[in-house]
């Protein structure tokens, strides 16, 4: 017959001695019995099978498949939190969850049979929801079948938002088979930052992103350490100019200063410090108080008239 497939298992059971697991168990029925009843799925609607660590439920079709997802995306991480803040450390339940529908018959000896159950099975005891629910903080990884998000998820009824499923595929005895975790899919964190994200040790930030230690800044980005800017970058530290630019070392007496070049374009400064050597500056423009070099002991010498003048600067630059 046709039925709503709705599977639940304990976390690390295993790992609790026999008085925790005890416990556990108790506890485990609690949260299902509340999650059906919120979903106004009475006894006399479904079957249960105890599988020690996990159980098991055949509903009635007829029962509200969206009302049962919804109170397992509300009332069972609402359950759960209530039952292990008053848990202790070593009595902490979390539980792996399936959902799915299919066609499960009944035997002469009240076993379960049908493709379906296998199918839900597999789901609930594959890596990926084992690594969901290790990854994450909360207490509840739930993972639904095909049916199931073709059938109610992707409509977007209340209470259930489309966007926070992913698709997955979980490995199986008789090839993979596709499936729906809700949350964030294990490892999804890993991946690396482009366009404006930040890359640590040697990297590379592309399109204004930023880069420390050894790396590379592209279109505008910043180096810092021993790196180089390319394109009308900035680089501090000991760098090499981009497109084939000298490489500076600080002035004289100014050690440990930065060295800027600049290559093509006009830059502008408003009221800004310049130290060190100032390299190819073509038909730039260069406002406010800018103070070229420096002075014997080390000091940049006073503010300068940034207006062009006939006469030749103090040495500093050359023009």
Not at 23 to 47: F, P
Not at 289 to 307: C, F, H, K, Y
Request: aromatic share 4%.
């Amino acid at each position: 017959m046709s039925r709503t497939i709705l599977l639940f298992d304990i976390e690390r059971f295993s790992d609790r001695d026999d008085i925790e697991q005890n416990y556990l168990r108790r506890m485990l029925y609690d949260i299902a019995d509340r999650t059906l009843t919120a979903a106004g799925i009475g006894e006399d609607r479904r079957i249960r099978a105890d599988r020690g660590d996990a159980v098991m439920e055949l509903i009635d079709a007829n029962a509200s498949v969206t009302a049962l997802l919804r109170a397992l995306l509300t009332e069972t991480p609402v359950q759960l939190h209530g039952v292990n803040r008053m848990a202790s450390s070593s009595a902490q339940i979390r539980l792996r969850a399936v959902l799915a529908t299919g066609y499960v018959a009944i035997d002469e000896r009240d076993g379960w049979v049908g493709s379906d159950l296998n199918h839900a099975c597999r789901l609930l005891d594959g890596d990926v929801l084992r690594a969901a629910l290790r990854e994450r903080t909360g207490d509840l990884a739930l993972c639904v079948s095909e049916d199931v998000h073709r059938g109610i998820v992707r409509h977007g009824h209340p209470g259930i938002v489309p966007e926070e499923f992913r698709p997955v595929t979980v490995a199986g005895k008789n090839g993979p088979m596709k499936a729906w975790l809700h949350g964030t899919v294990p490892g999804a964190g890993t991946a690396a930052a482009a366009y404006g994200g930040a890359a640590a040790g040697t990297a590379e930030a592309a399109h204004g992103g930023v880069a420390a230690g050894t790396a590379e800044a592209a279109h505008g980005g910043v180096a810092s350490a021993t790196g180089e800017a390319a394109h009308g970058g900035v680089a501090g530290g000991s760098p090499e100019g981009a497109d084939g630019g000298p490489s500076g070392g600080p002035a004289s007496g100014a050690e440990g200063a930065a060295v800027f070049h600049f290559h093509g374009g006009a830059p502008s400064f408003g009221g800004s410090l310049v130290g060190g050597d100032l390299h190819g500056v073509s038909g730039g423009f260069v406002a406010g108080d800018v103070v070229l070099g420096s002075t014997g002991d080390g000091r940049p010498e006073g503010p300068r008239d940034p207006r062009p003048s006939d006469g030749p600067s103090d040495g500093s630059a050359r023009r």
